[in-house]
């Protein structure tokens, strides 16, 4: 069965450097979105990206954060600066085209800022 | 601002009792209804959606769900739970006039004791 995979499952990073969580979609999905989970807090919305752009994000999606489909299978989300706050599960998600559709969701990466 | 609220963060429950997961939602406008589950380490699994038509909604671990329009809800049901239950699930809405991302309730944590 088709999955979304996420690498790597954790990441330890000192604050002010800079990582990069990489996810690879389903093959054929046209939708692609990053979420965050703070320890003990909900599941928030990032970003979404449909037809290599932004298609929305949130106000947590500030200018530290970015995200690049580098390739045709590779969809990463980078952080520019880290903060301690920063430290959540991180999960990308895709979704096939369609209004009906839902997403499939990774296994998530573990961000802890030191 | 739409949101979801899932009343309980925990529920304890007997092997073979039954278990309801409630879940309210802000707005009546057409939504789209999931129920996510995450099971210890694991990344978030769909375990059913509400699209359209009937408005009783099965998964095929003995899950079922009812939306309520009028009541905004969304709860999740299992007549009789197995400790393999033991996960924490996730409501989630996608408003369909809202742009595609999900806004997701603060989680139920099930703890299944023998």
């Known amino acids: 069965e088709p999955e979304v995979t996420q690498t790597p499952s954790h990441q330890v990073t000192q604050m002010g450097q800079e990582v990069i969580l990489r996810c690879v979609p389903i093959?054929?999905?046209?939708?692609f979105y990053w979420y965050r989970q703070i320890l003990g807090q909900k599941v928030e919305f990032l970003v979404s990206?449909?037809?290599?752009?932004?298609?929305?994000k949130s106000e947590i999606f500030d200018d530290q954060f970015s995200v690049e489909r580098p390739d045709g299978s590779n969809f990463t989300l980078k952080i520019r600066s880290t903060k301690l706050e920063d430290s959540a599960m991180y999960f990308c998600?895709?979704?096939?085209?369609?209004?009906?559709?839902?997403?499939?969701f990774g296994q998530g990466t573990r961000l802890t800022v030191v | 601002a739409q949101s979801v609220t899932q009343l309980d963060s925990q529920v304890p429950v007997f092997e073979e009792a039954p278990v309801e997961l409630r879940c309210n939602y802000s707005?009546?406008?057409?939504?789209?209804l999931f129920w996510y589950v995450q099971y210890p380490n694991q990344g978030l699994q769909l375990l059913l959606k509400?699209?359209?038509?009937?408005?009783l909604v099965e998964s095929i671990n003995g899950f079922e769900a009812e939306f309520n329009k009028s009541q905004t809800s969304f709860h999740l049901r299992k007549p009789s739970v197995h400790i393999s239950d033991t996960a924490e699930y996730f409501c989630?809405?996608?408003?369909?006039?809202?742009?595609?991302?999900?806004?997701f309730g603060g989680g139920t944590r099930v703890l299944v004791k023998p």
């Open positions: 998600a895709s979704r096939d085209l369609g209004g009906d559709t839902e997403a499939f």
């Open positions: 093959s054929n999905h046209l939708y």
């Open positions: 990206f449909y037809n290599n752009e932004i298609s929305e």
């Open positions: 707005s009546s406008v057409s939504v789209y």
């Open positions: 509400y699209l359209s038509g009937s408005t």
């Open positions: 989630a809405v996608r408003y369909k006039a809202a742009g595609n991302k999900l806004t």
